[in-house]
């Protein structure tokens, strides 16, 4: 089975703060996206990469970063935390350019910025 | 915005009855995937229908799809407490190399009743 990790299941950081938040997939996909999940708003893509150090944004990427250095990790960075970026955060990931990609996702991240 | 939407936002039944949600969307597609999110999770594929299918089954569960109307229905039988989560449709369309992006409803929270 294929398997999203994501570092920290609960987060609490501080406005101003900068914030890394970590995704681990272990089924060597190509593809990897990060979304915010909003009540009311449903989940919207943030960022997504289509290989190593490959990045393309997303719906919503004002205020965020992402990094990908390995096939396996793909890292989302609130360079300076704002209280409007609370939410949950999920990690996702996708075989590489077929019809019909399931993307698997990780167990998300609750972060609350004060 | 391609966003699809369900219908209804929430459903309450009692175990043992089917539980109908319904999901429409606004451009074309290639696949239309459900996915199921139990409380404070990650979000979990359950099936996926192509754009030239018109129904589709896995266990309990059946979808269709009716791209005249450009909707589409997940159809629980037998629920089981189990099944309470919030449910989610999700169309897709092509981003560049190959990823594809899906774009998600605001899903249906289902309540199972013992």
């Known amino acids: 089975d294929v398997k999203v990790t994501q570092s920290s299941r609960y987060l609490v950081k501080r406005t101003g703060e900068k914030v890394f938040l970590e995704c681990v997939q272990d089924m060597d996909h190509e593809n990897m996206f990060w979304y915010r999940q909003d009540p009311g708003l449903g989940l919207r893509l943030i960022y997504f990469?289509?290989?190593?150090?490959?990045?393309e944004k997303g719906d919503i990427p004002e205020g965020y970063s992402v990094s990908r250095e390995k096939k396996e990790r793909f890292s989302l960075i609130l360079e300076s935390a704002s209280t409007n970026q609370t939410s949950m955060y999920l990690c996702a990931s996708s075989l590489w350019g077929t019809s019909t990609d399931t993307q698997y996702f990780g167990p998300g991240t609750r972060l609350t910025v004060l | 915005s391609q966003q699809g939407e369900e219908d209804p936002q929430a459903l309450s039944i009692q175990e043992g009855e089917n539980a109908t949600m319904n999901c429409s969307y606004k451009t074309s597609i290639n696949n239309l995937q459900w996915y199921r999110q139990n409380s404070g999770r990650g979000l979990v594929h359950l099936i996926l229908i192509r754009s030239n299918e018109r129904e589709k089954h896995s266990g309990r569960l059946r979808v269709t799809l009716d791209t005249s109307k450009k909707s589409s229905s997940l159809l629980i039988t037998a629920s089981r407490a189990a099944d309470t989560a919030s449910y989610f449709c999700a169309t897709d369309y092509f981003l560049i190399q190959g990823a594809q992006k899906l774009v998600f409803g605001q899903g249906t929270r289902l309540t199972i009743n013992p």
């Open positions: 990469s289509y290989d190593v150090k490959m990045k």
